[in-house]
């Protein structure tokens, strides 16, 4: 067995142990030497597998304090996935086309589940985001931050943390992606409007206009790509 081989079955076990032990996020792990007896691996194996798994947020070491099971989040995913879109935009390839695509395609397929069962705490906090839009806009730019805000609001009555998660990944891997290629920034003004309008069919409760709104949304995005 090749020292990488062994190195991935160590990683293998330690997950299997976290699994057995039903750990949970920020519960500790056992010490590496206690690891070397557990696993009857290595020092250096057992010390290569954490650093791996760290990679991955699937453990957190905190030196000096020891190491702990991690968050679990996207963030590698979201990394790999705007790393593949850039590399493939910058060869003239439809990787930016194509990452907005699949965004368009989840959140058009989602927002009539939305409009049928929002419930009027949700809408009111996504009513909050797009005031706090139109006042950006007419300062003359709208924030990533609210932006963001915007989209979680949009389907947390939908109660899927991973769903919410996926979505999330999807906005910040294309948002990632504009930035690195320098897609330049779409008039505020407009942002706010394509955003109000999806909002303003939420509160009609109306599906079918809040999809149109949707795809309008990705409307100017498409036509500087197909360019």
């Known amino acids: 067995m090749t020292h990488e081989t062994l190195v991935e079955c160590v990683q293998a076990r330690i997950k299997r142990f976290i699994l057995e032990e039903r750990l949970e996020l920020g519960d500790p792990l ?15 194996s057992v010390r290569e597998a954490l650093k791996a798994l760290q990679a991955m ?56 589940v939305v409009a049928r069962g ?12 797009v005031r706090r839009m139109e006042e950006e806009a007419l300062g ?16 947390r009555s939908l109660g899927n943390r991973l769903l919410s998660e996926v979505l999330d990944a999807f906005w910040t891997a294309l948002r990632q992606v504009r930035e ?13 409007r394509q955003h109000l309008a999806i909002y303003e069919a939420l509160k009609a409760g109306d599906g079918e206009r809040a999809v149109t709104a949707v795809h309008r949304h990705f409307d100017g995005l498409r036509k500087r790509l197909a360019k």
Not at 30 to 44: K, T, W
Not at 70 to 78: H, I, S, Y
Not at 180 to 192: K, Q
């Open 180 to 192: 690195n290629v320098a897609d330049g920034s779409p008039d505020p003004r407009v942002t706010y």
């Open 57 to 112: 947020r699937i453990v957190e070491i905190r030196h000096g304090f020891g190491t702990f099971v991690g968050p679990f989040t996207l963030e590698r995913f979201v990394e790999g996935l705007a790393f593949r879109a850039t590399v493939q935009h910058l060869r003239g390839a439809a990787g930016l086309y194509e990452l907005m695509e699949v965004r368009e395609a989840l959140e058009a397929g989602l927002i009539p």
């Open 30 to 44: 056992p010490s590496e030497a206690e690891l070397v007896h557990l696993l009857h691996a290595s020092r250096n």
């Open 140 to 155: 003359g730019h709208v924030s990533t931050g609210t932006d963001r805000a915007f989209h979680q609001a949009l389907y």
């Open 118 to 129: 929002l419930p009027d705490e949700d809408l009111t906090a996504l009513g909050a985001v």
